[in-house]
């Protein structure tokens, strides 16, 4: 079985830039979280999708994150304008329905400069 | 919202030692916990998972304990190995949505040869 892909596993990006980070689940799986890890603190929640609704996104710090998940598929991510606090490594997990583990993938790591 | 905290940063063992790293958590109504094993440059893997209707649950050379009362759970590691260095997480989920994870700090655990 596949795991969680992310991508890319790293982007460096100017203050002010837009990127997109992407996130392929696991086949069959309908939940898909992303979550964040900044300054090496605790892995906060942003979001979570259930198939292409948004579940819960009660953890998007502002109005410059915006998910999709089209398709109930791949889910990206876009931070449009990015701010150097916006630097971190960004997860993308999904699991079945019900309590469940969540798979993690690799993580996206984004350096704002 | 969920407060996880792990009671050490760091935890350094013996290789071949029992490892013992603990966690609180402040919700009451956490249901289904998880401990996720991060490894440098990977993300969150899980190790092992417990309900609320369980206080102990064993894997493979893991144990976790949990304390309902004191809203504590623990993570056992027996004959610690130098593969088992890595940031460990406790991760509770609310009775009412088991998809949302909280994820504390960390406990970062050295493994000594």
């Known amino acids: 079985e596949a795991g969680v892909t992310q991508f890319p596993s790293h982007s460096v990006i100017e203050k002010g830039q837009t990127v997109t980070l992407r996130c392929d689940p696991i086949?069959?799986?309908?939940?898909l979280y992303w979550y964040r890890r900044v300054m090496g603190k605790e892995i906060k929640f942003l979001l979570h999708?259930?198939?292409?609704?948004?579940?819960?996104e009660s953890g998007m710090p502002n109005n410059r994150f915006l998910a999709e998940r089209t398709g109930g598929t791949y889910s990206t991510l876009k931070v449009q304008p990015a701010e150097l606090e916006d630097s971190g490594v960004y997860f993308c997990?999904?699991?079945?329905?019900?309590?469940?583990?969540?798979?993690f993938g690799q993580g996206t790591r984004l350096t704002v400069v | 919202g969920e407060s996880v905290g792990l009671h050490l940063p760091t935890l350094s063992v013996q290789e071949g030692d029992n490892s013992i790293i603990n966690c609180a958590y402040s919700?009451?109504?956490?249901?289904?916990f998880i401990w996720y094993k991060q490894e440098s440059g990977k993300g969150p893997q899980f190790i092992i998972d417990?309900?609320?209707?369980?206080d102990k649950r064993q894997g493979q050379r893991v144990t976790v304990l949990l304390n309902k009362t004191v809203k504590h759970l623990s993570l056992q590691i027996a004959a610690t190995q130098p593969g088992d260095s890595a940031v460990y997480f406790c991760?509770?989920?609310?009775?009412?949505?088991?998809?949302?994870?909280?994820f504390g700090s960390g406990t970062k655990l050295n493994v000594k040869p």
């Open positions: 997990a999904s699991s079945r329905q019900g309590p469940n583990r969540a798979f």
């Open positions: 086949s069959g799986h309908d939940n």
């Open positions: 999708f259930v198939k292409e609704s948004k579940q819960d």
């Open positions: 919700n009451s109504a956490s249901d289904y």
């Open positions: 417990i309900r609320s209707n369980m």
């Open positions: 991760a509770p989920s609310p009775r009412d949505n088991f998809n949302k994870f909280y």
